[in-house]
């Protein structure tokens, strides 16, 4: 089965700090892997996918996460932190099988910018 | 505009009642499912449709049913309300992984259900 696990429910980093939140997955079948943002009483937004094609990918918003199937991780980065990035990212896993059409969600990492 | 709409955007019930929790998406998606969203526990699925006619249980469908009949609607219904039900409620759509590849799901804005 597949699952997600995303380690911190709370990061706090200043503003132009690195933003590092990070997320492993479980899976028996090499996996899509997704980054969903959430602001506030918003729905979710696609930030990034890692598709089997490069394992570097960049999103939108300056965002950027690689996978890694050694450690079976798929962290996300950014180089600066700006206060607009507060929100609740996602990370979410789904096979290549006909489960693909389904996606598990970790449990959130809600993001902190101080000024 | 493309997108996922979803009606209402916030709803009060008392215990027992029954609602329908609209979805509708204008992108020809095939696939569209319906996710359920609580404090720390993150998306989970409770129902999934494939195509006009086609719908299938996810990670937690009890009480709650679905039917797919035209490609753009994908409504929700709570048969009897419960407490356990107090949730936000979302849709999403998407094409075909097969033909796309990666299942990058489209969000709708969400709907705030509480029932007493």
């Known amino acids: 089965a597949q699952s997600v696990t995303q380690l911190g429910s709370h990061v706090s980093v200043s503003e132009g700090a690195l933003v590092l939140l990070r997320c492993n997955y479980s899976s028996s079948v090499p996996p899509y892997l997704f980054w969903y943002v959430q602001y506030p009483n918003q729905g979710l937004q696609l930030l990034l996918k890692y598709t089997s094609a490069a394992t570097l990918v960049k999103g939108i918003n300056g965002f950027e996460a690689e996978f890694k199937k050694s450690e079976t991780s798929f962290h996300l980065t950014k180089p600066s932190a700006h206060m607009s990035d507060a929100a609740e990212y996602f990370c979410?896993?789904?096979?290549?099988?006909?489960?693909?059409?389904?996606?598990?969600f970790g449990s959130g990492t809600r993001l902190l910018v101080r000024p | 505009n493309a997108g996922v709409t979803q009606t209402p955007k916030f709803q009060v019930l008392k215990t027992g009642q029954s609602m329908t929790l609209q979805c509708a998406q204008n992108?020809?998606?095939?696939?569209m499912s319906w996710y359920r969203q609580d404090p720390g526990m993150g998306l989970r699925l409770i129902h999934y449709?494939?195509?006009?006619?086609?719908?299938d249980q996810g990670e937690v469908p009890n009480g709650y049913n679905v039917s797919r009949s035209t490609t753009e609607d994908f409504p929700l219904r709570l048969l009897s309300a419960a407490p356990s039900q107090t949730s936000v409620y979302f849709c999403?759509?998407?094409?075909?992984?097969?033909?796309?590849?990666?299942?990058?799901?489209?969000f709708g804005p969400g709907t705030r259900l509480t029932v007493l």
């Open positions: 979410a896993v789904s096979g290549l099988m006909d489960s693909s059409y389904k996606l598990i």
């Open positions: 449709s494939v195509g006009a006619g086609i719908t």
């Open positions: 999403a759509s998407s094409y075909s992984p097969r033909t796309s590849g990666g299942n990058t799901q489209y």
């Open positions: 992108m020809n998606h095939e696939y």
